[in-house]
């Protein structure tokens, strides 16, 4: 079914704004999903604060172009459909890893971080961290060890100035009183 120039233009658009807002995006082939997959996979993703975008290939390649994007023919291939990632890429990449390895389907092609072009391996590398938020406790509670370290030290050079001053201070005590 052949679609009026004013929607091509309309869906240029929609892939430069969904493309644009996206923490990453990745490509997939979502041959052998039926409607009820389709729509379960959406709204896994969208739970994780994404969405899943089937496409057109050729109105795709004129957005990527559009937004200075290389454009990676051999991912632009048959049947694509889009994992974009609004909130956090390694919680939309697991969806889109964990499905795919449960049913065997979509595809995975390849992806962008920010404007990056990562690889299948990549992207898969991606899934397997830990959540945004698990990634941020471990990163402030690596800045806090030396920050405790720092203050246990000079504690310690506090404490030994304490106890020197002490030691003195009963000394001048027992010199006054012989």
Not at 3 to 22: G, H, T
Not at 153 to 173: C, D, F, K, N
């Amino acid at each position: 079914m052949a679609i009026s120039k004013e929607e091509k233009v309309r869906r240029v658009a929609l892939y430069k704004e969904s493309i644009s807002k996206s923490q990453g995006v990745i490509f997939t082939d979502y041959r052998g999903m039926n409607t009820a997959q389709l729509t379960e996979l959406r709204e896994q993703l969208k739970e994780a604060g994404g969405t899943f975008m089937v496409v057109k290939n050729n109105l795709l390649r004129i957005a990527l172009k559009e937004l200075g994007f290389p454009v990676p023919d051999d991912i632009l291939k048959g049947p694509v459909a889009l994992g974009l990632a609004y909130q956090d890429i390694t919680q939309t990449a697991k969806n889109i890893v964990k499905y795919s390895d449960e049913f065997g389907f979509p595809t995975i092609k390849g992806g962008f971080l920010g404007s990056k072009l990562i690889t299948i391996e990549e992207i898969q590398a991606l899934a397997k961290l830990p959540p945004r938020e698990v990634l941020l406790a471990q990163l402030v509670s690596g800045l806090q060890s030396p920050i405790y370290g720092l203050v246990n030290v000079l504690s310690g050079i506090i404490r030994s100035l304490m106890y020197v001053l002490q030691a003195r201070a009963r000394q001048l005590e027992g010199q006054s009183q012989a």
